[in-house]
């Protein structure tokens, strides 16, 4: 399927003023399987293997939006990038690139937060915790978690695993 | 008429192929074989010779005749697959400039991409004397692993051969395209593709016209010949246990070895067991002719090459998990590859991927129908078809601490491009070097170096505050772009980033001209079988190198073994003394690059390298008070000297923090690494 010359042209136009959302033309609530299918339909009008017949002046705006589309779809598949692509745009919905290992980057530092904790204090006691589980010393691991949970009183990991160790008691 | 061919270059064998009037055609040469040994064979009198043909010339003329090359292909010198290669092959490998790699046969040194253009050229050939008709353009395939200097020398080698090369095309792709062209299946599958010397396996998800590659991964040095190599060695043992004589170090008997194993393993397909003999493989001190005798069976096979087939799994496990599936997820596996004949790996991928393997594609020929297929989207003569690729392997830049930065994710979707924003780390600094990378390590060394290059001529100012924006890019063959720029005078540094042991622009065009064929390729149609026939005999007559190899030829044209034998023999003496001082010659591998070269200096970057270690062996467990201590260091303070470290002599850019508001997260400082002397320029 071609896609004319005066599509390529507009859209290379805008290209930078486009969230990720509205490159691939899906929803901001829409679910990966959307995104997916999205980024077929892009394929189709925009890779550059296809429009053999474009102008060779058109060439570097193709290669632009192709790039653009790929990028788009290796944030919004990834569910960890998308988040924090997300917090970006509503933090400022002009910022609509995000590089791509910044935003794995801190994908994983959020996600390293959630886990361990996202205060000096709630961290220690929760790795004083895992230590304590690991020798095997229930009794002070569940001390330990709960101090870390007077840092982080809301911290869903800490109190799983609180729950956890209550229950087996 | 235009038709755009397919050609799967392999290192064991390669096949052409054309789509064409909504059909698809494996070309078969003038023996009739679809497909062609990517072996090319050098007569002492200059004639050169590819294929099958130039294969069995390995066991009479083993240092003219050139295998494998394409495991060579775009690697350095001093690497550890150039290292292995030399161990095994019995042509000379010799350096050339740049820690290139060089061929040399009798006192003419090829380059890598030069032997592979030969089997491209063959191939351009097989399919012009099919087609009756010239032919200029084509889609090249290469294993989905392969690092950007290995397909840029394929790109290289593909115009030397005086093609055009419309794309390059992975391997796996090109199978589930023909696999799944036309049938109009939503699928997802995984390709296995074990060949020669290089195995891939790609998960993707396939649609009626749109092909997405989920993640790849692969190894660029196993595959069957790695298997011949375990049943070389349990045959050299023996007979080293049994007649004190080591074949290994005799290239004739080595390369008979070579022959006998591939032809054991293959009969293993359809055989319980197979029997080697060779007889007369060598003499002992004495001059009493020696046979090598050795019944194999699938068993034994099994024992001896089971952990190269469950390494093939380890990589699967891989590529499952990046694309974020489970064998449970897949609707089928494709086998790709000569040894996936065997029953031993096709047993183990069933099991594997709990299913019965697709058989409905031929394994030697299903790549370059894909390529063909897609050749002929490409200029319009097919349906199009798109293919939706990812980059193998992560692309990295090269900063403080001999350590590299990754830019791009392996399995990111290519086209791609990303910019990085770096500052210079000294002042007044007038170059950066950006050193870009391609691996899965964190350290600098353990990546492959794919380039460097040197960005100077910005505005003359303190440290911090020139803004550099590094620009990275991945095309859909998977090649790599590099650009530098200042945005605000505009000065701009662009290059392509090429392998420094490469071929040059000019070199390329120089051997362009030497292989150019003196007269125009154009031949009729093969069809009638006296011209196939006669054309065998030209070919075989041609190709036979004068002196003592004529002998043999004779001999063997009059179905003599044993007459054969004795030319063998013969001729294996009157070299041997030659020879022997030959290897002497070769020059010793280098442990390593040089260090003037590609050592990086180690500069500890404590605010950026420490932080983005995730389960680093030493990884610093930071709480807020750290962090916040590290933002509060100024610029000058982390330019001045890293913590507990030398003064960073040798580095010259920093990560620019104009992203740090945007996710609150402190010490990015990470800096490029620069040469010294950079500074002084
Ligand atoms: N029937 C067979 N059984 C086992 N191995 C085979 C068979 N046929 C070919 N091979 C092996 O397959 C390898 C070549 O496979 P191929 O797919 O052609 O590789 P490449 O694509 O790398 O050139 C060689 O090592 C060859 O010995
Ligand atoms: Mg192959």
Redesign the interface.
């Known amino acids: ?1 071609a896609t004319a010359t005066a599509e390529i042209r507009a859209l290379a136009a805008i290209l930078d003023e486009l969230d990720y959302y509205r490159v691939l033309e899906v929803d901001v609530r829409a679910p990966v399987s959307e995104i ?1 299918a999205a ?2 339909r892009a ?2 009008r925009f ?4 429009h ?2 474009l102008a060779p002046d058109l060439r570097p705006d193709l ?2 939006i ?2 653009r589309v ?2 788009a ?2 944030v919004l598949r990834d569910p960890r990038r998308r988040r924090v692509y997300d917090q ?1 745009l509503t933090a400022n919905a002009e ?1 609509v690139r995000m ?4 935003a ?3 994908a ?2 959020q996600s ?1 937060e959630r886990r361990e904790g996202r ?2 204090n709630g ?2 006691y929760f ?1 004083l915790a895992q230590a304590d589980l690991a020798r095997g010393d229930r009794v002070a691991a569940e001390r330990n978690l709960r101090t870390a949970l007077t840092f982080e009183p809301d911290n869903a990991n800490f109190k799983e695993l609180l729950a956890g160790l209550r229950g087996k008691r | 008429m235009a038709s755009a061919i397919g050609i799967d270059l392999g290192t064991s064998n390669s096949c052409v192929a054309i789509a064409r009037r909504g059909r698809v055609e494996v070309l078969a040469n003038r023996w009739d074989e679809p497909i062609t040994a990517s072996v090319v064979h050098f007569a002492a009198g200059g004639e050169v010779a590819v294929g099958n043909q130039a294969k069995t010339q390995a066991i009479h003329d083993p240092d003219r005749t050139v295998t494998a090359a394409k495991r060579l292909m775009g690697r350095y010198f001093f690497s550890e697959e150039v290292k292995k290669a030399k161990a095994i092959c019995s042509y000379k490998i010799v350096e050339g400039p740049n820690h290139s790699v060089r061929v040399k046969v009798g006192d003419q040194a090829y380059a890598v991409p030069e032997i592979s253009a030969l089997v491209l050229r063959e191939m351009k050939e097989v399919a012009e004397q099919r087609l009756g008709h010239p032919v200029t353009q084509a889609v090249i395939t290469v294993p989905a692993y392969f690092n950007d200097n290995q397909r840029q020398a394929t790109r290289d080698a593909g115009r030397i051969a005086g093609l055009e090369v419309l794309r390059l095309l992975n391997e796996p792709t090109a199978a589930a395209l023909a696999y799944g062209f036309g049938k109009g299946l939503t699928q997802r599958v995984a390709v296995y593709d074990l060949g020669g010397g290089t195995f891939d396996i790609s998960i993707l998800e396939i649609g009626s016209d749109v092909f997405e590659v989920l993640s790849t991964c692969g190894d660029t040095y196993l595959g069957g010949e790695d298997f011949d190599d375990r049943v070389i060695d349990l045959l050299a043992e023996r007979f080293q246990a049994q007649h004190k004589v080591n074949l290994r170090k005799d290239r004739f008997a080595l390369e008979r070895l070579k022959a006998a194993a591939e032809t054991a393993k293959k009969a293993l397909s359809m055989d319980e067991a197979a029997t080697i003999r060779i007889e007369n493989v060598v003499q002992d001190a004495a001059g009493t002719p020696l046979h090598l005798e050795h019944t194999l069976s699938r068993s034994e096979f099994a024992a001896l090459v089971g952990d190269l087939v469950q390494r093939t799994f380890k990589v699967c496990d891989e590529a499952l998990q990046q694309a974020n599936l489970t064998v449970r997820d897949l609707d089928g596996v494709i086998l790709v590859g000569g040894p996936t004949r065997l029953p031993l790996v096709h047993d183990a991928v069933a099991q594997y991927f709990q299913r019965e393997p697709k058989t409905d594609v031929d394994p030697d020929q299903v790549v370059a129908m894909g390529a063909a297929i897609h050749a002929a989207a490409l200029v319009g003569e097919e349906q199009e078809t798109h293919l939706l690729d990812v980059t193998p392997l992560s692309l990295r830049i090269g900063v403080a601490g001999g350590l590299a930065e990754t830019i791009i994710e392996r399995n990111t979707p290519v086209p791609i491009e990303q910019t990085s924003v770096f500052t210079t780390f000294k002042d007044f600094q007038q170059s950066v070097r950006i050193r870009v990378y391609q691996g899965e390590s964190r350290r600098a060394d353990e990546n492959e170096l794919l380039g460097e290059f040197e960005f100077s001529g910005f505005k003359n100012a303190r440290r911090g505050e020139v803004r550099i924006e590094v620009t990275f890019e991945i095309d859909t063959d998977g090649i790599v772009n590099v650009t530098a720029r200042e945005p605000e005078t505009g000065q701009a540094a662009s290059t392509r980033i090429h392998l420094s042991s490469g071929l040059s622009e000019d070199e390329i065009k120089s051997l362009i001209d030497r292989h150019q064929p003196s007269a125009p390729p154009v031949v009729p149609p093969l069809s009638a079988a006296a011209a196939l026939v006669e054309s065998v005999v030209e070919r075989a007559e041609a190709s036979a190198p004068p002196t003592a190899t004529n002998e043999v030829a004779d001999a063997a044209s009059a179905g003599d073994a044993s007459e054969e034998e004795a030319a063998l023999q013969a001729m294996a003496a009157a070299e041997a003394e030659f020879d022997a001082a030959d290897f002497e010659r070769d020059p010793a591998p280098l442990d390593g690059p040089a260090d003037a070269e590609f050592d990086l200096d180690l500069t500890t970057d404590v605010s950026g390298g420490s932080l983005d270690t995730p389960g680093g062996a030493g990884e610093i467990e930071l709480d807020e008070a750290d962090l916040d201590s590290l933002a509060a260091l100024s610029a000058d303070e982390v330019a001045g000297g890293p913590v507990g470290d030398e003064p960073a002599e040798g580095t010259t850019m920093r990560r620019s923090r104009s992203d740090d508001e945007m996710f609150g997260a402190p010490g990015s400082d990470l800096s490029i690494f620069g040469d010294a002397e950079d500074d002084e320029i």
């Open positions: 399927m997916r980024y077929h394929g189709r890779h550059p293997d296809g053999r017949d290669t632009r192709a790039k790929t990028e779809y290796s970006q910022r590089p791509l290992a910044d794995s980057a801190e994983d530092r390293r205060t000096p961290r220690r790795m």
